[in-house]
Structures are given as structure tokens and as C-alpha cells.
């Protein structure tokens, strides 16, 4: 009876918590269980109210923001500080071939900004990656060789690149001490 009763207890101390309710009343109130997202058009109906748990962030006025496209993807994140607010990153895509993701950090500070652009093929595989180093110069990723199945079966280290590599593709083909990669008949490297 005491384990019955504790059980019970710690339920409707969670279901408090979280802001759920019975499956009575909520069936009473499916209407406005009903979450809509403006930027992609879709609509969700939940069968209950989900138990989201009460965060700090959530007792406070929120302090960084995110901005977002038409596709849905993020292009901006910014946060509130002593002097209003403050640009943190920067996202830009582009859609040519090969495809590329450009992340920009701003330091705030005058001191160069850190970016970084990833490239990736049709089918959504790293080619390489471009980053800018704390010297001026830029690092770029070793080349990346996949097999048929679309796993890595050599990795070669990274090295030095031009200032223009960042935002213009170069096709990379030399390896340099390429690390090889063999994968067992269910897809675990050996």
C-alpha cells in the first residue's frame, strides 16, 4: 500500500511540474492541443500536452535569438548584452555545386572574425572544410575518399590553404598520409 501511495504521489508531483495534465481533462480541452510553426506551415496535433519541464531561460527573459530563412535554416543567432545586442554568428548557404555552408563568428573584440565553410556533394557528404586560423592563414580538412556505400575508406591530414579557398571550391586531389579505413560485412570499421 506505502509503494502504491509513494507512486502516486511522485506522478502527480511530475505531472505538476511539468504542466500535464489527466487524460480526462485533456480530452476535454483537444482543441487547443494544437502547435502550429509559421515559418514551415505545418500544423501538429498532439494527443496530450507534452511535459515540458520548466527551465531557468523559461523563469528569465530570454537572452539570444535565432533567425531563420524561408527554408527553415538559421542564418543569424544573436544575444542581449550590457550594450544592446550583439551579432554572435552568421550562416549563409550556398545552393551551387558543390554545396556550402558558411559560418561566421564574430570576436566582438576587432579582431578577425573565425569562418568556416563546409563543402558537401549531392548526397550530403563532406567534401571539405575550410576554417580561418588564429594567424590569418586558413586550415583546410584533409581529403575525404568514400566507397560505394557512401563510407569514408581514406582520410588524408589537413593542411594549409589560400585566403580564396574559403569562398571558392578548389578541387583537392593529392592525400596527404592518408589514414585507411576497413568496415567489417555489417558496416563497423575494424
Request: some cysteine; aromatic content about 10%.
Amino acid at each position: 500500500m506505502g509503494l502504491k501511495r509513494i507512486l502516486c504521489i511522485t506522478l502527480l508531483s511530475f505531472n505538476l511540474l511539468t504542466g500535464a495534465e489527466s487524460p480526462v481533462s485533456e480530452k476535454l480541452e483537444q482543441s487547443s492541443n494544437v502547435e502550429y510553426n509559421e515559418t514551415i506551415k505545418y500544423k501538429t496535433i498532439l494527443l496530450r500536452k507534452p511535459p515540458y519541464l520548466l527551465t531557468t531561460n523559461q523563469l528569465t527573459p530570454n537572452h539570444s535569438k535565432s533567425e531563420y530563412d524561408g527554408f527553415g535554416r538559421l542564418i543569424r543567432t544573436s544575444s542581449d548584452t550590457d550594450a544592446g545586442t550583439a551579432t554572435t554568428a552568421n550562416y549563409s548557404y550556398d545552393s551551387s555545386f558543390p554545396l556550402s555552408a558558411k559560418t561566421t563568428f564574430t570576436t566582438g573584440t576587432g579582431d578577425p572574425d573565425f569562418a568556416s565553410r563546409t563543402y558537401t556533394d549531392g548526397m550530403g557528404r563532406n567534401i571539405y572544410t575550410v576554417k580561418s586560423a588564429s594567424n590569418g592563414n586558413f586550415a583546410i580538412t584533409g581529403r575525404l575518399v568514400y566507397d560505394g556505400t557512401g563510407k569514408v575508406i581514406r582520410k588524408g591530414q589537413s593542411n594549409w590553404a589560400s585566403s580564396g579557398e574559403i569562398d571558392r571550391f578548389v578541387l583537392h586531389l593529392e592525400e596527404k598520409n592518408p589514414t585507411s579505413f576497413e568496415y567489417d560485412p555489417i558496416g563497423r570499421i575494424k
